[in-house]
């Protein structure tokens, strides 16, 4: 049982894959774990709910307007109780509806309404699987942090062949575990996480500031809550929501941004996200500069902010895994291996923002440290984050 959610909530979709969902039922029950189904409509269409409830040995969910069901179980409850929620299969019209916020049935009901991490097994025809809309749903899927497996290539009930075969059942549960697994990878672990751009203030309505806009930071600190770890935020201004679980603090400039992480140690791994100003205006007026009518601009004189990162770096109370990022636009790992000593960092973080990685949901990373530099393909942010925190988790064990 280690590593396996105790309860699985099991949301079937209308597809000719669906009686496969019953081989994962029974195999779900095999670990000793609970698993109670949740059928779409059209998904009664190709398993019967007798059928499921009698390998699950639970009550099976079909439809919002149960009355019975609602008084003995309401749906929310229902979408919170598990510790893990599987839409198996995941058909293109179910990840629509999942990708669009809609709850217009039991099953997206529980799916906006569930608090819990969520997997899904895809299973349609491969052009379904290869349309753009399907692609741009999946996409805005694992950006909220869905898991949403690759589907098996081969011969499909419809003739045709390439990918969008479900995944075999066995695939299905070695996912479970690996999520599952990654779920408690860091629990008693305390990470701080700097995230987004810092402020600096020139007069009460000016300031420098630059293109950041948190969204790598902020989802490494939902995948290190998601993994366990008690997560403390400091974040720069930006209009992000927290993850859940993450504790936040905000902060404006750069000084106040070291504070703050001085403040929330000691911690465990801090993981220095923060596009930090380098630079702050030496002596910030206290009130609006005005244009003084010569033509000539009074010069700003710049100070150098504190390095938050280097200082750590050097800290008695240093992290036991000291990590930052390198936002260059050329020479990108040279630069990152140079910032590692000089940082006194374990591990650089390298990402080319010469391209719209800035603001964009999608980043290119290289994981440099003294051992090599390990290179991941372009993902969107939250699978960055999730393949960072599983590295570190394995560094910390
Ligand atoms: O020196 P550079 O800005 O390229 O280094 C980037 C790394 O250092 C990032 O991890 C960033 O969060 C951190 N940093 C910092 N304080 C600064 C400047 C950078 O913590 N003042």
């Known amino acids: 049982m280690l590593h396996f959610p105790r309860r699985i909530l099991l949301v079937i979709g209308g597809g000719i894959a669906a009686y496969k969902a019953a081989e994962l039922v029974r195999l779900i029950r095999r670990e000793g774990a609970d698993v109670t189904c949740v059928l779409t409509e059209a998904g009664t269409r190709f398993v019967t709910p007798l059928t499921l409830a009698a390998l699950s040995e639970n009550p099976v969910h079909t439809t919002l307007w149960d009355l019975k069901n609602e008084v003995e179980m309401g749906h929310i409850r229902l979408s919170r109780e598990a510790d893990l929620v599987v839409v198996c299969p995941a058909t293109a019209d179910l990840m629509a509806r999942m990708a669009a916020g ?215 109370l240093k992290p036991r895994l000291l990590i930052g990022f390198a936002a260059e636009t050329e020479h990108v790992i040279a630069h990152a291996e140079a910032k590692l000593a000089r940082k006194g960092a374990d591990w650089i973080i390298a990402n080319d923002v010469s391209g719209d990685v800035m603001g964009g949901a999608d980043n290119t990373v290289h994981i440099v440290t003294a051992a090599g530099v390990d290179s991941l393909p372009r993902m969107p942010k939250a699978e960055v984050a999730r393949a960072i925190i599983a590295k570190v988790a394995d560094a910390l064990s």
């Open 102 to 316: 809609m709850a217009d049935d039991l099953a997206t009901t529980l799916l906006l309404a569930t608090d819990k991490p969520v997997m899904a097994a895809p299973a349609m025809n491969v052009r379904m699987w290869q349309h753009e809309a399907t692609i741009a749903n999946v996409a805005a899927l694992r950006a909220r942090g869905v898991t949403v497996m690759e589907p098996d290539e081969g011969a499909m009930a419809c003739g045709e062949f390439g990918p969008g075969r479900l995944p075999e059942p066995e695939a299905i549960m070695a996912a479970i575990r690996a999520r599952f697994g990654a779920a408690r990878a860091l629990a008693g672990k305390h990470v701080l996480i700097t995230a987004g751009p810092t402020h600096e203030p020139i007069d009460p309505v000016r300031y420098i500031a630059n293109r950041s806009s948190g969204k790598q930071g902020f989802a490494l600190a939902a995948a290190a809550a998601e993994a366990g770890a008690q997560v403390t935020l400091i974040a720069g201004p930006v209009a992000l929501p927290t993850p859940p679980g993450v504790c936040r603090v905000d902060v404006e400039t750069a000084r106040e941004m070291a504070e703050a992480v001085d403040a929330a140690l000691p911690c465990d791994v801090a993981i220095m996200v923060a596009a930090v100003a380098d630079w702050r205006v030496a002596d910030a007026a206290g009130q609006k500069r005005k244009k003084d009518g010569t033509g000539r601009i009074a010069p700003l004189e710049l100070v150098e902010n504190p390095d938050i990162l280097a200082g750590l770096g050097h800290a008695v």
